[in-house]
């Protein structure tokens, strides 16, 4: 591709984001039920981010689909707390979030599965600011209830006979497993590798597959539909989960306000909950 | 005085032995009712002949299977065929539009029946080249339908319904879809194979000529009723209904022809406009006769026949006279005319026809 | 094209000559002509983005890896096989629709097309419910004959001819209703049994729809990937056909995504297209 080609691309994107971001707005606008012209409005939230400590509007959140729970019941507390303001989720696989994000879809707070796909977003200069990990996920071994299996150890996943899913390579749990398996000198071969981790869970759940290495928080939000094996190689490829607040975030004090709530004592107990460790 | 070369077979024919047609078709449907009575004897040609909606064409697939019987019966050759699907009946179709089957050749259309009713496939081709061959088409024998002119297509029709030996053949206006030209002669072909068909056929036709060329007997149906059946002359000298009248109101000869005279094989010879030589049908509607009280004076000798009045039946404002004599035939007069010349049963007249109006064509 | 197909063959004997193509009028009204471009261009536009886009220098080397031949290879195999097995399941069950009479077939009818609307993944889902190891009748199959479909490139091809059957006994169903049952009625009279008439007469009359729907399901089942990847899973060679191996490129390398529709594209364009000349030829 040559240079024009990509710097046009660029300005592509950026328009794109404009005007996806100016839908946004006019869509927040009306929901507050403010007829304000969307550009004045957002001329005037960006020159009182300091003069009115008043948030409203609404914050679209891109966060990865294994924190779907907690982040939702954070939502809830933010709007509670923040009257006048509506969170606005977009759960889903990191890789394809980040994707949307370089491709200028409107979100004010990207939240990944891990530093890579953070990295496909800061690479592209779409994040203000550094990203900084709120919470690390570690791996497990999500068994039929029961543990029919006997399965005790990474190892016992390798026991012929056994149908084991694994993720696919290319996202963050999978990266994660191949990782654990390698230091441990482990060859598993599964009979799937699903295309994120609750697919993988999904198998395990509907007992097609024997057994599924997902994240811990994953086989917690399953609750009794599996049970849970934790196994020491997991400390090798434990996944750091970034958040950062985007560039062209079109509610960009709101959008602190609640990265702000995520890594506070309230945000961290609801997601040590779920079942991720502290940082 | 229709003379097909043929005796017609009475009505009850189906004989002692219970060979032959034996039906009574009773088809419902909504506020429509078909009730028709057929018998017929083994080598009988039946024509079905009726106007559009008459119920000819339902009669027909009653008789295939294809419509069920709502009451009535059916026997062919002693066999009950009532309930009897249409693949097990001994019946052959040849349907109005043939319906080849447009991907197989003439060959294997003629061949699908035998191989269905059990042949090997070399069994059936040979049977179906055999028919091909009789209907003079075994150079046509690997041309698909689509190559087949009309009368190639009505030929192929008529061997593929044969080629299983049906001891019925229904015929469904067997030469409607044929242009004019075509259509004499594929009718002479077919009244040949008709006449060397030894089981019963039955023909449906809304076309009085190809009725009387084709059937021994006719039976005319209106309204899904039988309103008369008689051997064509019967049905011709004595309509009982104004669209009998009409329908027939032909009068049809064979002979042999040599030139522009035919010798008919009812006696007298009639000149025609046509020049043809060899067997043929001579007609002319009873409209195109002259009735003289004596014998007209200074007029040719030719198409003159000295008749006698055998019956007079008023139809509408025309009266048509039924004669015999020198020629046998049908006029229609005005009630004026039939008054001026004083017509009544037994009376002598003359009758002419104009070479003109007669219509002569190959047998 | 079939409805044309047996009205010509209908006409044929009468008409004796072959049927060519009409002669049209040299104006295209603009209310048609307009919406017309406009939707072809539609249509065209994501295809042409792609090829702007498609990473032309790096292509030699994304093609050469094993595993996109191996999805291209897996994709051909289980679209074709369950084409197959739409055709021998699809086009009974779209004779039943069209020429027999039962209570309840507009129901049947409606339940025949849900398919076309589940969404694919729910469809995987409800295939592992039925016949996953665990499902229904999957748990039968495992228990009496040790067959299990998920994970398998048999899972592949149900998790396929489910949604891709639907396209082809909707196509062969209407080619039935406009085929002309008389030529059955013929066969009938000439002896053959209702399913003899169907074999000798009815198929062959009806081929051209029979093909255009095998196409349409074959095409739908080379693109299916949510009842796939849900169903049989994604394991290289066996169950990753090429959708899959699209998708997940599509997580961390969009260039190689790319490649891999071109390839998919390429395949598929050619194989219709090479369809349809025979067709032509054929008929």
């Given at each position: ?92 696989g990191s890789d394809t ?17 891990s530093?890579k796909t ?49 993720c696919d390579k290319t996202v963050p749990c999978g990266a994660?497993?191949q ?14 590798y699903e295309q994120d ?83 | ?363 | ?233 994604n ?9 899959l191996a699209?998708y997940l490129a599509l997580q961390n390398d969009?260039?190689a995504a ?26």
């Amino acid at each position: 591709m040559t240079r024009s080609a990509r710097r046009t691309r660029r300005m592509l994107q950026t328009a794109g984001a404009g005007a996806a971001a100016l839908l946004v707005l006019s869509a927040c606008s009306s929901s507050s039920g403010s007829g304000s012209d969307s550009a004045e409005k957002s001329d005037s939230s960006a020159s009182s981010a300091s003069s009115t400590p008043k948030l409203s509007g609404t914050i679209t959140v891109f966060a990865a689909a294994s924190l779907k729970e907690s982040f939702t019941a954070l939502g809830q507390e933010f709007e509670k707390e923040h009257p006048g303001t509506k969170v606005s989720f977009n759960f889903g696989g990191s890789d394809t979030l980040a994707a949307s994000i370089t491709g200028g879809a409107p979100a004010d707070v990207f939240a990944a599965a891990s530093p890579k796909t953070m990295a496909i977003v800061t690479d592209k200069k779409d994040a203000a600011g550094t990203p900084v990990t709120f919470v690390r996920n570690q791996l497990e071994i999500a068994t039929l209830p029961g543990n029919p299996h006997k399965v005790s150890s990474l190892k016992d996943l390798t026991k012929s006979g056994l149908k084991v899913v694994l993720c696919d390579k290319t996202v963050p749990c999978g990266a994660a497993a191949q990782k654990a398996l390698g230091a441990s000198r482990l060859k598993l071969t599964p009979v799937s590798y699903e295309q994120d981790v609750k697919s993988a869970l999904t198998k395990v759940e509907l007992k097609e597959a024997d057994a599924a290495v997902v994240y811990r928080t994953d086989v917690k939000a399953a609750g009794d539909k599996v049970q849970g094996v934790e196994f020491p190689e997991s400390a090798k490829a434990v996944n750091a989960y970034p958040i950062a607040l985007l560039k062209n975030a079109p509610n960009t004090e709101a959008a602190e306000a609640f990265i702000a709530l995520v890594r506070s004592a309230e945000g961290r107990d609801v997601l040590t909950k779920a079942g991720f460790l502290q940082p | 005085m229709t003379h097909t070369g043929q005796t017609a077979a009475q009505p009850a024919a189906a004989d002692a032995s219970g060979q032959g047609l034996n039906a009574r078709i009773v088809v419902e449907r909504g506020s429509f009712r078909l009730d028709v009575a057929l018998a017929a004897a083994p080598g009988d040609v039946v024509a079905l002949l009726g106007p559009n909606g008459a119920g000819k064409t339902t009669a027909l697939r009653a008789l295939a299977g294809l419509v069920p019987l709502s009451g009535g019966h059916l026997r062919l050759d002693g066999a009950v065929l009532d309930r009897t699907p249409p693949e097990s009946r001994p019946v052959g179709v040849v349907f109005q539009d043939y319906l080849l089957f447009p991907h197989l050749t003439a060959l294997d259309n003629v061949a699908f029946g035998p191989r269905c009713r059990g042949a090997s496939k070399a069994q059936a081709r040979a049977v179906a080249a055999g028919w091909l061959e009789r209907m003079g088409l075994a150079d046509h024998a690997g041309v698909k339908p689509r190559r087949l002119s009309g009368g190639q297509a009505q030929r192929v029709a008529l061997a593929r319904a044969l080629a299983t030996g049906p001891r019925l053949l229904l015929l469904d206006e067997p030469l409607a879809a044929l242009d004019a030209r075509t259509r004499l002669e594929v009718r002479a072909g077919l009244r040949r194979h008709l006449a060397e068909f030894e089981a019963v056929a039955v023909l449906v036709t809304h076309d009085p000529l190809d009725a009387m060329v084709l059937a021994d007997r006719l039976v005319v149906v209106e309204h899904g009723r039988v309103v008369q059946e008689g051997t064509p002359s019967d049905i011709a000298r004595h309509p009982r209904t104004d669209y009998i009248a009409r329908l027939v109101g032909l009068n049809l000869y064979r002979g042999v022809a040599e030139g522009h005279s035919v010798r008919l094989d009812a006696g007298p010879a009639v000149t025609t406009d046509e020049a043809l030589y060899g067997p043929v049908f001579v007609a002319f509607p009873p409209g195109a006769v002259t009735l003289y009280r004596e014998r007209p004076a200074g007029s040719s000798a030719r198409n003159l026949w000295r008749c006698e009045v055998v019956g007079l039946e008023t139809h509408g404002d025309r009266i048509r006279a039924d004669l015999t004599g020198e020629l046998p035939l049908a006029a229609d007069l005005t009630t004026v005319a039939a008054a001026e010349l004083g017509l009544q049963p037994g009376a002598t007249v003359w009758a002419t026809v104009k070479a003109g109006q007669t219509h002569a064509y190959p047998a | 094209m079939t409805r044309s197909g047996t009205s010509d063959a209908a006409a044929a004997p009468l008409t004796g000559g072959p049927r060519r193509g009409r002669v049209r009028g040299p104006g295209v009204p603009l209310p048609l002509l307009l919406p017309a471009l406009a939707g072809l261009a539609f249509l065209l536009l994501p295809l042409v983005a792609l090829l702007v886009r498609a990473p032309w220098r790096a292509l030699p080397v994304q093609l050469t890896s094993t595993e996109v031949w191996q999805a291209l290879q897996l994709s051909l195999v289980s679209a074709t096989a369950a084409t197959g097995v739409s055709l021998v399941l699809g086009v009974p069950l779209a004779w039943l629709l069209a020429r027999t009479d039962f209570p309840g077939r507009g129901l049947v009818r409606a339940l025949v097309t849900l398919p076309l609307v589940l969404p694919p993944v729910v469809g995987g889902v409800a295939l592992l419910l039925a016949l996953g190891r665990n499902g229904v009748v999957g748990r039968g199959l495992d228990a009496w004959f040790g067959i299990t479909l998920p994970f398998t490139t048999a899972g592949v091809v149900v998790a396929e001819a489910f949604v891709a059957m639907p396209f082809l006994v909707i196509s062969v169903e209407g080619t039935l209703r406009a085929a002309d049952r008389r030529y059955e009625e013929a066969a009938a009279t000439l002896g053959a049994s209702r399913f003899t008439a169907f074999r000798r007469v009815t198929l062959p009359l009806v081929a051209p729809g029979v093909a255009a729907g095998a196409v349409l399901a074959w095409a739908r089942a080379l693109g299916e990937f949510g009842a796939t990847i849900t169903f049989a899973g994604n394991f290289p060679g066996r169950t990753q056909t090429m959708p899959l191996a699209v998708y997940l490129a599509l997580q961390n390398d969009p260039e190689a995504a790319i490649a891999l529709s071109l390839v998919l594209l390429a395949v598929s364009i050619a194989v219709l297209a090479g369809l349809r000349d025979r067709w032509m030829t054929a008929s």
